[in-house]
């Protein structure tokens, strides 16, 4: 198998798998995950249940898409999950430079889940990375 | 990158169904009111009054911080949080006299009371602000979450 080809499907199978996983507890407990929405104090009230709801669909999707996708579907998967990667990252950064004691909300939505931290911001710049390859790689058969 | 236009197209595409698949699943399940009234949260509230909101963790974390229960000695007695201080929003004053030598040493305050849905913590952490004191911490999880996660709490975490 051609490694380019070999290294921008093993990338969109984690980066999809982690999307897939990340979104399931938060299906499963929208309550909850909208609190923690709520706990970064960056959208206004009006938006914190709107978004706690589309969230977890776009990372199921995107998830998806990376997985199951082939050609502009998965390179679409790989734009969705790193335009989204770049927001939580931010979200975390921001939590931590104002000292908020929140958690990530990432994966675990327990009271008792350790607080987002710079683990969280290495994590995501590994996330962002490998979704590069299945964006801008370009396969054989698309030249 | 000349297919850029079309990955960004295919990219909004999955976003609108994305929407689409969340506003079904809420109709369905109604797990969320489409608006919720976050602007009126206890942690909102409590912000408001200066004092720093924390999760279950950050109780656990903060293991120097004074624990000071607001609810009333009768639902303190049948239980509380481990190490915590009676300090019943009703009977802040005298509580204030009691605790004080605690209060002015204390690195840091904690106050909760049942769970969010409760006043008392917040009438507590209004009380000793007006005091001058600082470094306060509102949990507002409160006794009920605390005592339905305790069994998943490490040991080395409990005090």
């Known amino acids: ?143 | 990158m000349k297919d850029f236009p079309a990955i960004l197209r295919c990219a909004a595409g999955l976003v609108a169904v994305a929407v689409a698949a969340a506003v079904a699943d809420n109709c369905v399940r109604g797990a969320l009111p489409w608006r919720g009234d976050w602007e009126n949260h206890a942690e909102t509230k409590a912000r408001a009054l200066g004092a720093k909101a924390v999760t279950l963790r950050g109780l656990l974390d903060a293991k120097e911080a004074l624990r000071l229960d607001a609810r009333s000695r009768a639902a303190y007695d049948a239980g509380h949080i481990p190490g915590a201080l009676s300090f019943p929003a009703a009977d802040r004053d005298e509580a204030f006299a009691e605790h004080a030598a605690a209060l002015s040493g204390a690195r840091g305050i904690l106050v909760y009371c049942d769970s969010p849905a409760c006043d008392e913590a917040l009438q507590v952490l209004q009380f000793l602000a007006s005091t001058g004191l600082t470094n306060l911490l509102y949990y507002a999880g409160g006794w009920e979450e605390y005592a339905r996660e305790k069994e998943s709490i490490a040991p080395e975490d409990a005090r």
């Open chain 1, 1 to 143: 198998m051609n490694a380019r080809r070999l290294l921008s499907s093993l990338c969109a199978a984690g980066v999809g798998a982690v999307f897939v996983l990340a979104a399931l507890p938060k299906l499963q407990d929208p309550a909850t995950f909208a609190l923690a929405v709520y706990r970064y104090h960056l959208l206004p009230g009006a938006l914190v249940n709107l978004a706690a709801m589309a969230m977890p669909w776009t990372e199921i999707l995107t998830g998806a898409a990376l997985i199951a996708g082939r050609g502009t579907l998965r390179r679409a998967g790989a734009l969705l999950a790193a335009a989204m990667l770049v927001i939580f990252t931010s979200a975390i950064a921001l939590s931590l430079a104002r000292g908020l004691d929140i958690a990530c909300g990432c994966f675990s939505l327990s009271p008792a889940a350790a607080a987002a931290g710079w683990k969280n911001l290495v994590r995501n710049a590994f996330l962002f990375a490998a979704c590069l390859p299945p964006l801008l790689l370009r396969l054989p058969q698309e030249k």
